[in-house]
Structure formats: structure tokens, C-alpha cells
């Protein structure tokens, strides 16, 4: 039986918040942010570049997933079905 996939979410036409980013050590996470003035947890991914953004995310959700001893699997167990916003990847400025 060939393996389905779930189609790519589509991108956002709102503007996405301006979130710092901090780059992580993961195979599958590239940056994580944290806006807590909204709980918007913001992630940017190794492959494909665009940026995720997890409104009504608790601090302590934030704090455990930038400190988890495996980024990418705290991601899946924890983040990866909370509702999203995706967005393009921001243009490289040069």
C-alpha cells in the first residue's frame, strides 16, 4: 500500500510578528522565537525556510521546547499539531 501525504500548508497573506530568532543545534529545527506579549512561539525549520508561527503558546512550553535535550523530537510530541500560521521565508538582505 504506497505511503499518503498531507498536503503542504499554505502561506499566510497577513504579515507575520517580528520575532528574534535563536538559533538551535537540531537536525530539523533551525531558530526558535518567542513573542510573550502575544504567546506566539515562532520556528523556522533546516530544509524549506519558511516560518511557522504557534499563537497562544505558554512561556513554560517555550522554555522546555528551546531547552530540550532533543529540539526535534520535543517539536513532534509537543508543537507540531498546534494550530500555525506559515509564512515565506523573510528575503536575504545583501
Given at each position: 500500500m504506497?505511503?499518503?501525504?498531507?498536503?503542504p500548508a499554505p502561506f499566510s497573506d497577513e504579515q507575520p510578528?517580528?520575532?528574534?530568532?535563536t538559533p538551535v543545534e537540531s537536525n530539523?529545527?533551525?531558530a526558535i522565537g518567542y513573542d510573550a506579549g502575544?504567546?506566539?512561539l515562532a520556528v523556522t525549520f533546516t530544509r524549506g525556510g519558511a516560518l511557522y508561527q504557534y499563537p497562544d503558546v505558554e512561556p513554560d512550553v517555550h522554555a522546555a521546547f528551546i531547552g530540550a535535550e532533543s529540539i526535534g523530537k520535543f517539536f513532534g510530541a509537543h508543537i507540531?499539531?498546534?494550530?500555525?500560521?506559515k509564512f515565506?521565508?523573510?528575503?536575504?538582505v545583501a
Open positions: 504506497p505511503k499518503t501525504y498531507t498536503a510578528l517580528v520575532i528574534n530568532m530539523q529545527v533551525a502575544t504567546k506566539t507540531k499539531t498546534l494550530p500555525f500560521k515565506k521565508a523573510p528575503e536575504a
